[in-house]
């Protein structure tokens, strides 16, 4: 799992790609996009996580499975859109003024400071990112 200072990247648990008949992209037998009807979801980064288990059902036993930082976008989605979705969702910005003041802020920071530490964590964040979608083929 990718960390950034002061950036919570959420993981979440990657479905498995055989609960799925619509259309969907696996890589190396790893789902990372589902075509959701309006949205199209991928996963980043996805990492294999080991979970103990003791219940009554399935008894004991370890469950092993994929977590990965998952993004949404209406279709047709672009490889920019992913990467604004990403910038939003890590950044909390909720519409496209909250990105417009958010991008306006981070550009004044970046010309008074070049090397301020939230204007290259985000550099790299959205550097990561894109290197992340090219992975899983956007």
């Not at 993981?11 to 949205?39: H, M, Q, S």
């Not at 979970?51 to 989605?77: H, M, N, Q, V």
């Amino acid at each position: 799992m990718k960390d950034f200072k002061g950036l919570a990247l959420a993981y979440e648990r990657v479905p498995e790609a055989e609960n799925f008949d619509g259309d969907i992209k696996t890589i190396n037998g790893k789902l990372v996009a589902i075509d959701e009807g309006n949205y199209i979801r991928v996963w980043l980064d996805q990492e294999k996580v080991s979970e103990d288990y003791d219940d009554p059902e399935r008894g004991k036993g370890t469950e092993e499975y994929y977590i990965g930082f998952s993004l949404e976008c209406k279709k047709p989605a672009t490889r920019g859109d992913f990467v604004n979705a990403a910038e939003m969702k890590v950044y909390g910005l909720r519409d496209a003024m909250a990105v417009a003041s958010f991008g306006t802020a981070l550009a004044r920071k970046a010309r008074l400071n070049p090397e301020d530490e939230e204007v290259t964590t985000h550099d790299e964040f959205i550097q990561w990112v894109k290197e992340e979608l090219t992975n899983v083929g956007y």
